[in-house]
């Protein structure tokens, strides 16, 4: 029925997403200080009925910390996950590889034996 009402009820799973951390970059130092300080340890509040409503702020100044130190660590992170996918993957093709070889030495093995009890069977040896 088109004029049923379309329910906007988001899945629990999006409602209950954990965030655990974030990062700000401010231009002025005592601008960043002065909000790191007021908001630390606040209620996040929103609505009532939001999963972060009882939440509380947790927010701390790094000082002589650059942005560069982070978007390095992250780059860092993400070329050793890439890595380990790469070593999984190549791991993965030598199984592979490997298992192929294995069928392949037991066709022929199998066409061997087929091949001699075809020959017995002819010369029918006793």
Do not use: C
């Amino acid at each position: 029925d088109s004029s049923a009402p379309v329910s906007t009820k988001r899945s629990r799973s999006a409602r209950d997403q954990a965030y655990s951390e974030g990062w700000v970059e401010f231009k002025n130092k005592s601008i960043a200080k002065r909000v790191a300080n007021m908001l630390n340890g606040e209620q996040i509040g929103g609505r009532k009925r939001s999963s972060f409503y009882d939440d509380l702020w947790n927010i701390k100044y790094l000082s002589k910390f650059k942005w560069d130190d982070l978007t390095e660590e992250l780059a860092l992170k993400k070329a050793i996950r890439e890595q380990k996918i790469a070593l999984e993957l190549s791991a993965a093709k030598r199984e592979r590889d490997s298992y192929l070889s294995k069928v392949d030495k037991s066709r022929a093995l199998n066409a061997i034996e087929e091949r001699l009890k075809k020959i017995m069977s002819q010369h029918k040896i006793y």
